[in-house]
């Protein structure tokens, strides 16, 4: 039986000046209080549509990660998510192995196709078009897995050729660190959810799950045509925390998720985390992990 996890994902820097402290409090607090990892997006513009126009401060994010890794001591740690199109696949994976080894095994790799056309044209990132995108988020991921099994024979595909990939030292988590490849399309992103990724990400949306059930409805068929089990893969949905929400009303979302077949939450807040957000949030920590998943 799986147990609910809960999470955080930083997704606003507008401490203006007190950046380097405030989010170093927050991490602080994470892990203190249970969270299970600590997100940051993997974007060079603010992305959330619900961020006013002059909240403009964005983060590198593995820079922003190496930073928490220094300040923390159990949460886990990744991207949500990287882009395809940002790096290089063995940097992407360079970067991944190198935190998971310098935090002991608390790394996750978190991946999609990218979408931000707006945000490529505004800062001289390249962005291909749909199809060409998902080749190589594939790519990517079958060179991911090669070099992280310590498979140093050539790897030549439509997009990227490696003629000696070396991804020593490997990483700490056996067999590597977890992937959760973002994004719900049925088609092709679930797919590979299911042939490659150890953990998805859902939304949120005011249906009364019905969309997440779908969603997981389509992604046990790509396991079964693969060949996977359905249970291997953690379901993770992104969910937005509200201004003053109170504890009750957390862990009943929580409870809610668990009963659409949910097993982790990543909560996001409307504006930079504070304090006050995140007791709330501890609060309900350890009651949330008793929310069995069947």
Not at 101 to 114: C, D, E, K, P, S
Not at 148 to 155: C, F, L, N, T, V
Not at 177 to 193: D, F, N, Q, S
């Amino acid at each position: 039986m799986m147990r609910m996890r809960v999470s955080i994902s930083v997704t606003d820097f507008s401490w203006r000046a007190k950046i380097p402290n405030s989010l170093a409090e927050i991490a602080d607090a994470a892990d203190d209080a249970g969270i299970d990892t600590v997100w940051v997006p993997d974007h060079l513009l603010q992305a959330d549509p619900t961020a006013p126009a002059d909240d403009r401060d964005m983060l590198e994010a593995y820079t922003t990660l190496g930073y928490l890794a220094a300040r923390t001591e159990r949460v886990r740690l990744g991207a949500m998510v990287s882009a395809v199109t940002f790096r290089p696949p063995a940097l992407l994976v360079k970067a991944v192995t190198t935190l998971d080894v310098l935090t002991a095994g608390r790394a996750w790799l978190g991946i999609g196709a990218g979408y931000e056309g707006g945000e490529a044209f505004a800062m001289g990132l390249s962005m291909p078009p749909t199809a060409e995108r998902f080749e190589r988020l594939e790519e990517t991921l079958r060179i991911a897995v090669a070099m992280w099994a310590g498979d140093e024979s050539r790897i030549e595909g439509k997009h990227y050729r490696l003629e000696h990939p070396i991804g020593f030292p490997l990483p700490v988590s056996q067999p590597h660190p977890p992937i959760l490849v973002g994004g719900t399309g049925e088609a092709k992103t679930l797919r590979l959810v299911a042939q490659y990724a150890d953990a998805c990400n859902l939304f949120d949306i005011p249906d009364g799950g019905a969309t997440l059930r779908r969603k997981l409805d389509v992604l046990a068929r790509h396991c079964d045509d693969v060949g996977r089990p359905f249970g291997e893969i953690e379901k993770t949905v992104s969910a937005r925390l509200n201004d003053g929400e109170s504890a009750e009303s957390i862990l009943d979302r929580c409870a809610d998720f668990a009963r659409f077949g949910i097993d982790h939450v990543v909560f996001i807040r409307t504006g930079a985390w504070s304090p006050d957000a995140m007791t709330s949030l501890a609060s309900v920590i350890p009651r949330a992990k008793g929310l069995g998943i069947g």
